[in-house]
């Protein structure tokens, strides 16, 4: 029984990855993922979720993805830098609860005094420490670095300022921090993709972004490598081939 049992979790897996495949390679449905992604975002749909009471900003794929990742991965440590509304620190916690272990570190240039007050009220506010400073600033690394230390497990989000230098930046600071088999993910690389914001302007746009970002980072260091099967099933993302793993110690 056992046996059998294990036989037809791997068939399903195998399954899962098949189909991650054809979603990844079927052209169609991926200029129609871009097209939706754009028009939803002409209405700021990612605006419009939360996670155990707070805004979470993120669109559901992969607010799923990102539950999957830590279940599995099991890190003990997640850094976040991008604190915003608090809604993905919230969730990442939520998930170390049920594992049973693990601190989430939020890190962001402005943690308005509402937001603070938010996540320090929350139930899972134990799990989270929250570091106010440009995660850019040595000052702010060296005291992410510090609480990381000593961790086997540590998984990096990076979703603050997305012009292309100081993701660039974020990614050489961050990325050595991370522990192999565990992921580092780059948010809104969907950027490089889409057409300027107009109807909400920003500093960042195609050539100026988190993918242009990690194209640059991904040709200077071999630790990374973009996760097929997560990145593939994801139809529609704000972070499409943003999921990396880390593939080397």
Not at 80 to 91: K, Q, W
Not at 200 to 210: D, F, L, Q
Request: one cysteine or more.
């Amino acid at each position: 029984m056992v046996t059998r049992m294990h036989d037809d979790r791997e068939q399903f897996a195998e399954l899962q990855r098949d189909c991650s495949r054809r979603l990844q390679d079927d052209s169609t449905l991926q200029r129609l993922s871009m097209d939706t992604t754009w028009q939803a975002d002409l209405s700021n749909y990612s605006y419009v979720w939360t996670w155990l009471g707070l805004p979470i900003i993120q669109m559901p794929t992969d607010i799923l993805v990102m539950q999957e990742i830590i279940w599995a991965g099991r890190p003990q440590v997640v850094v976040e830098t991008g604190v915003a509304r608090g809604g993905s620190l919230i969730m990442y916690a939520s998930i170390l609860e049920l594992i049973g272990e693990g601190r989430v570190i939020g890190v962001d240039i402005d943690i308005r005094p509402h937001n603070r007050a938010a996540i320090a009220s929350h139930p899972l506010a134990r799990r989270i420490d929250l570091i106010q400073g440009s995660s850019t600033d040595p000052g702010v690394v060296a005291q992410v670095r510090a609480a990381v230390a000593g961790a086997e497990r540590v998984m990096v989000v990076l979703d603050s300022d997305h012009v292309h230098e100081h993701v660039l930046s974020e990614l050489r600071a961050y990325g050595p921090m991370v522990t192999e088999g565990q992921f580092l993910v780059v948010a809104d690389t969907v950027v490089e993709h889409l057409p300027v914001q107009e109807h909400r302007p920003r500093p960042w746009h195609p050539g100026n972004s988190p993918g242009s970002a990690l194209d640059a980072y991904l040709a200077e260091c071999d630790r990374f490598a973009p996760d097929e099967y997560i990145n593939g099933k994801l139809v529609m993302t704000q972070s499409p081939g943003g999921y990396l793993r880390c593939v080397a110690r």
